[in-house]
Antibody
Framework: EVQLVESGGGLVQPGGSLRLSCATSGFSFSNYAMRWVRRAPGKGLEWVSGISGSGASTYYADSVKGRFTISRDNSKNTLYLQMNSLGAEDTAIYYC?????????????WGQGTLVTVSS | YVLTQPPSVSVAPGETARITCGGASIGSESVHWYQHKPGQAPVVVIYYNSDRPSGIPARFYGSNSRNTATLTISSVEAGDEADYYCQVWDSNTDLVFGGGTKLTVL
C-alpha cells in the first residue's frame, strides 16, 4: 500500500523557516516524480514545487521561487521542502503528492497534509 | 494557462452534477480531476480526460472538448459533497489547477 506521511509543519513567525518532510512507502520512490501542493484557508489547490525521480530536475511556482527548496533522499524514500523567508501568504496545509509517472502525469496518491501557520 | 471553474454547483441527491473547467483549447490537453473533502487527502477521480482509477464509481465520468472539460457525476450521493479541481500540465506553463468547485448536495 502506498503511503505518504508529511511532517514538520507548525507555527512560525514571519521571516522564519521550516523544513517539511514526506516519508513514503509502498512504491519504488526513486522512480517517481513528486510535488508539494498547498491549500491556503479559503483558497484552492496550488502547486508549490516539484522534483524528478532522480532529483536532477526541480520546479517551483513563481510565488515561492528563491525562497523554497525541494529535495529528496532516495535512500530514505523521503521528500523534503525547505521553506525560508516565510510570510502570511504561505499559511496553508501542505501536501506531498506522487505523480503517476513523470512530472507531467496526474497525481495518483497524496498525503494527509501538514499545517503551516505563519503568524507573529 | 488559466483554468476556470464555477465556484459552486448544487444538486439534489440522485440528480446529475456537471462541473466544468474552461481553458483555451483545453480539448488538446489531458485533464485530470480531483475530489477534496475537508480534513482528507485529495483523491483523483478522473485522469487523462475520461479514465477512472480503480475504486472510483462509474458514476464519475469525464469529457473534454474544444474549450471545456466536464466532470459529470450521476446519481449524486451525500458522500460526493466536496471540492473538485481540474488540473492540466502544459509544457510551457507546467502544472495548473483550476480554482475549484464546491459541490453541495442539497
Amino acid at each position: 500500500e502506498v503511503q505518504l506521511v508529511e511532517s514538520g509543519g507548525g507555527l512560525v513567525q514571519p521571516g522564519g523557516s521550516l523544513r517539511l518532510s514526506c516519508a513514503t512507502s509502498g512504491f519504488s520512490f526513486s522512480n517517481y516524480a513528486m510535488r508539494w501542493v498547498r491549500r491556503a484557508p479559503g483558497k484552492g489547490l496550488e502547486w508549490v514545487s516539484g522534483i524528478s525521480g532522480s532529483g536532477a530536475s526541480t520546479y517551483y511556482a513563481d510565488s515561492v521561487k528563491g525562497r523554497f527548496t525541494i529535495s529528496r533522499d532516495n535512500s530514505k524514500n523521503t521528500l523534503y521542502l525547505q521553506m525560508n523567508s516565510l510570510g502570511a501568504e504561505d499559511t496553508a496545509i501542505y501536501y506531498c503528492a506522487k505523480h503517476l509517472t513523470t512530472p507531467g502525469a496526474p497525481f495518483d496518491h497524496w498525503g494527509q497534509g501538514t499545517l503551516v501557520t505563519v503568524s507573529s | 494557462y488559466v483554468l476556470t471553474q464555477p465556484p459552486s454547483v448544487s444538486v439534489a441527491p440522485g440528480e446529475t452534477a456537471r462541473i466544468t473547467c474552461g481553458g483555451a483549447s483545453i480539448g488538446s490537453e489531458s485533464v485530470h480531476w480531483y475530489q477534496h473533502k475537508p480534513g482528507q487527502a485529495p483523491v483523483v477521480v478522473i485522469y487523462y480526460n475520461s479514465d477512472r482509477p480503480s475504486g472510483i464509481p462509474a458514476r464519475f465520468y469525464g469529457s473534454n472538448s474544444r474549450n471545456t472539460a466536464t466532470l459529470t457525476i450521476s446519481s449524486v450521493e451525500a458522500g460526493d459533497e466536496a471540492d473538485y479541481y481540474c488540473q492540466v500540465w502544459d509544457s510551457n506553463t507546467d502544472l495548473v489547477f483550476g480554482g475549484g468547485t464546491k459541490l453541495t448536495v442539497l
